[in-house]
Structures are given as structure tokens and as C-alpha cells.
């Protein structure tokens, strides 16, 4: 059974930083593309970075780049957000997301959601002042 778990996430202040895990099991991440995404209360769900299969290609969303740094360990079968100077808008419940895609083009642009078919539970990240 594929399963995905998220961890990581807290309370913080601004500026602060956080590093969000997806541990991985049933399968292992060698062949799957990963995304990270996060919804807001009333808010749509929005991708927030993707890494392919091979974590040679990478991607973010206009909003966290230069913050955001996603990577994998495929020996830990993990993969990684790390969210450096955080604002309140990052707020948000973060879901790590995973596709059997070894394709390097996966994650040229942000995939939709509809693009993953298997999810964590998700992690609250909360920057507050």
C-alpha cells in the first residue's frame, strides 16, 4: 500500500524557517515525481514546488522562490521542503503528493494536482507574530 506521510510542520514566526518530510512507503521514490502543496482556510489548493524522479529538475511557485528548497533522499525514501523566511501568507496545510513519472520534463512546469495520485494526510505550518 502506497503511503505518504508528512511531518515537520509547527508554529513559527516570520522570517523563520521550517523543513517539511514526506517519508515514503509501498513504494519507493526512485521513480515517483514529487509535489509539495499547500491550501489555506477558504483558499484553493496550490502547488508549491515539484522535483522529478531523477531530483535533476525542480520547480516553485512565483511565491516561494528564492525561500523554498525542495529535494529527495531516495536512500531515506524522503523527500524534503525546506521554507526559509516564512511569511504569514505561508500559512497553510502542506500536502506532499507522488506520481509514478520517471519522465525528466515531470516537473519543467508545476503539474495540477490532478497530475498526482497518491497523498499525505498533510502538515500544518502556522507564521504567526
Known amino acids: 500500500q502506497l503511503q505518504l506521510v508528512e511531518s515537520g510542520g509547527g508554529l513559527v514566526q516570520p522570517g523563520g524557517s521550517l523543513r517539511l518530510s514526506c517519508a515514503a512507503s509501498g513504494f519507493t521514490l526512485d521513480y515517483?515525481?514529487?509535489?509539495?502543496?499547500?491550501?489555506?482556510?477558504?483558499?484553493?489548493?496550490?502547488?508549491?514546488?515539484?522535483?522529478?524522479?531523477?531530483?535533476?529538475?525542480?520547480?516553485?511557485a512565483d511565491s516561494v522562490k528564492g525561500r523554498f528548497s525542495i529535494s529527495k533522499d531516495d536512500a531515506k525514501n524522503t523527500a524534503y521542503l525546506q521554507m526559509n523566511f516564512l511569511k504569514p501568507e505561508d500559512s497553510a496545510i502542506y500536502y506532499c503528493a507522488a506520481v509514478r513519472n520517471t519522465y525528466p520534463s515531470f516537473c519543467q512546469v508545476l503539474p495540477h494536482h490532478w497530475r498526482y495520485n497518491s497523498w499525505g494526510r498533510g502538515t500544518q505550518v502556522t507564521v504567526f507574530s
Do not use: D, H, L, M
Not at 33 to 57: D, H, L, N
Open 32 to 60: 515517483y515525481g514529487i509535489g509539495w502543496f499547500r491550501q489555506a482556510p477558504g483558499k484553493e489548493r496550490e502547488g508549491v514546488s515539484c522535483i522529478s524522479s531523477s531530483g535533476v529538475t525542480t520547480n516553485y
